[in-house]
C-alpha cells in the first residue's frame, strides 16, 4: 500500500481479446511477487476494464490461490463490487454539485462541459444530467458535440454502446447538436468544466479561452501548473484531481474490504458510503483552503502532510 501505478506499454484497441488477454497474463506472471491483498492491490485505469480485473485475479489465483481481495474493479461475478464501475464519475458529480452550491450557482439547468466521454467523464455527465445540470459540451478523441440548449446524454451513449464499446461519439447526430473541433472545445460557455481525458488538457494554448467558473479535474493532471495559476488569478475555482477523481479508488476500498468480510454490499450503501467520503473530504480541504487563503489544491496537498506528520509524530519518528 502507499500509491503505486503500472501499466503495459500497448494500444488495446489494436489486440484482438484474445491478444489483451495473453498479454495481461504475462504482465501478472512477472510481477506476481509484488502484488498481494495486503501489498499491492491492482484497478482498472485506462485502457482497461473489468474483464481486464477478471484476467488479473485469475491469473494471480493460479499462481497463489483462490484471492479476490488481490485487485478491484472486478466483475460482479467475481466478487466485484456494486457502484464500482460508476464510482469515478459520481465522485466527480458530487464534487462539481458542492462547489457549485458554493458559488450559489443554482444545480436546475448548471451549464456543463465534459471533455472526455469514456467511464469517467460519461458516468459524470449521465449522473449530472440526472441532477438537472444542462450538459451543453461532450468530446472524445474524435472531436466534440456541442448544444446550448443541453445534450441528451442518455442517447450518446445508446449511440456508442450501439456502434460497439470502443466506438468514439464521432457521427452522432441529434436536434440541434453541432459537431466542435478539439481546438475550440475548451472555449464552450458553460459554469462547470470537466477535463476527463488525458493530462495537461488545459495548457497555455487553450487557457485563454476557458470560460468556466469552475473546473473539477476528472483527469489526472489536465491542467498544467501556468495554466493553473492563470485560472487562479482570474477567480476560477479549480477542484484538483486529488480529491476530484478519488470516487473510484475510494469504491476500490470499499471493495477491498467487503473481498476480505465475505459480504456484499447493495449498490444504494456503496453510493450512500462514497458520498459520505468525498463530503467529508471535500468539506475538510475547503476549511483548509479558507483558513490558509490559499487554492483548493494547496489545501489538499497541505491536509495530506499534516495528516501524515500528525501519523509520524505519534509513532514516535519525529
Known amino acids: 500500500f502507499g500509491g503505486g501505478k503500472g501499466g503495459v506499454n500497448c494500444d488495446p484497441r489494436t489486440l484482438t481479446k484474445h491478444e489483451l488477454e495473453h498479454v495481461t497474463r504475462r504482465y501478472v506472471s512477472r510481477i506476481h511477487l509484488i502484488l498481494g491483498p495486503n501489498r499491492d492491490v491492482p484497478a482498472p485505469d485506462m485502457g482497461t476494464n473489468a474483464q481486464t480485473m477478471a484476467w488479473i485475479v485469475d491469473q494471480y489465483g493460479r ?79 474524435s472531436g466534440g458535440l456541442h448544444n446550448p440548449n443541453g445534450l441528451n446524454v442518455q442517447d450518446i451513449r445508446r449511440y456508442k454502446e450501439r456502434e ?33 481525458a488525458m493530462e495537461s488538457a488545459i495548457n497555455e494554448d487553450n487557457v485563454d479561452s476557458v470560460k468556466a467558473k469552475i473546473i473539477v479535474e476528472g483527469a489526472n493532471l489536465p491542467v498544467t501548473p501556468d495554466a493553473d495559476r492563470q485560472l487562479t488569478q482570474q477567480g476560477v475555482i479549480i477542484v484538483p484531481d486529488i480529491l476530484a477523481n478519488a470516487g473510484g479508488v475510494t469504491v476500490s476500498y470499499f471493495e477491498w474490504s467487503q473481498n476480505f468480510q465475505q459480504y456484499h454490499w447493495e449498490e444504494e450503501e456503496v453510493n450512500d458510503r462514497l458520498e459520505k467520503v468525498m463530503l467529508k473530504a471535500y468539506r475538510a480541504v475547503l476549511g483548509k483552503a479558507k483558513s490558509h487563503d490559499c487554492t483548493l489544491r494547496e489545501a489538499a496537498f497541505a491536509l495530506a502532510i499534516d495528516r501524515l506528520v500528525t501519523a509520524e509524530k505519534l509513532r514516535g519518528a519525529l
Open 164 to 196: 460497439g464499446g470502443d466506438h468514439t461519439i464521432g457521427g452522432y447526430a441529434g436536434p440541434g447538436v453541432e459537431e466542435i473541433a478539439h481546438a475550440d472545445f475548451m472555449g464552450l460557455e458553460c459554469d462547470v468544466l470537466i477535463p476527463a
Open 63 to 141: 499462481q497463489h490461490g483462490h484471492s479476490p481481495a488481490v485487485v478491484t474493479g472486478k466483475p460482479i461475478e467475481l466478487g466485484g463490487s456494486q457502484g464500482r464501475e460508476q464510482a469515478t464519475g459520481r465522485g466527480v458529480m458530487i464534487m462539481a454539485l458542492e462547489a457549485a452550491k458554493d458559488l450559489s450557482l443554482d444545480i436546475p439547468g448548471l451549464r456543463v462541459v465534459v471533455q472526455g466521454f469514456g467511464n469517467v467523464g460519461m458516468n459524470a455527465a449521465l449522473l449530472l444530467a440526472e441532477q438537472g445540470c444542462s450538459i451543453v459540451g461532450v468530446s472524445d478523441v
